[in-house]
């Protein structure tokens, strides 16, 4: 994973992808995007699937999030330990600290994945890029006037 998504939708797909190449064989994971008319519904619902046992995950996704984001994001009911997948453009290793602390999951467009499930019991941990391979130059700014 290491296309730069363009929407919070192509992210979704992109980490959707990934993350059935990694589940054991006969493990099924299905992507259902509208997954309610309620305001404080998640971006989308992942269901996976193992023999009989069956699951939700609540996807969070945002293209870019920074420090501050993430802040806001944590003291919020909408990351729900061990059952919502933030998924974002770039997460560096302090925010994924930060996530694993709290038991959120997480997956980023580089290839950084947690994801820790109980039923059923998954444990998938990956890493992906160190530094955000898109970070966009900032133009020097000076204290001179």
């Known amino acids: 994973m290491s296309n730069r998504p363009e929407s919070e939708s192509a992210l979704i797909s992109q980490v959707t992808q990934e993350l059935r190449r990694q589940l054991p064989a006969g493990w099924n994971l299905r992507l259902q995007r509208e997954p309610g008319k309620d305001t404080r519904r998640p971006d989308a619902v992942l269901e996976l699937r193992a023999g009989k046992e069956r699951t939700r995950i609540f996807v969070e996704a945002k293209l870019r999030l920074d420090p501050g984001q993430l802040r806001r994001l944590l003291s919020t009911a909408a990351l729900e330990p061990g059952r919502t997948l933030l998924v974002t453009g770039y997460l560096s290793r302090a925010a ?15 290839g950084n ?11 998938l941990r990956l890493e992906g890029a160190s530094k955000e391979p898109w970070r966009e130059p900032r133009p020097l700014r000076s204290l001179r006037g």
């Not at 600290?97 to 580089?110: H, I, K, P, Q």
């Open 113 to 123: 994945v947690r994801l820790a499930l109980q039923k059923p019991a998954l444990f």
């Open 96 to 110: 994924q600290s930060l996530l694993a602390e709290r038991g959120v999951n997480y997956a980023d467009a580089t």
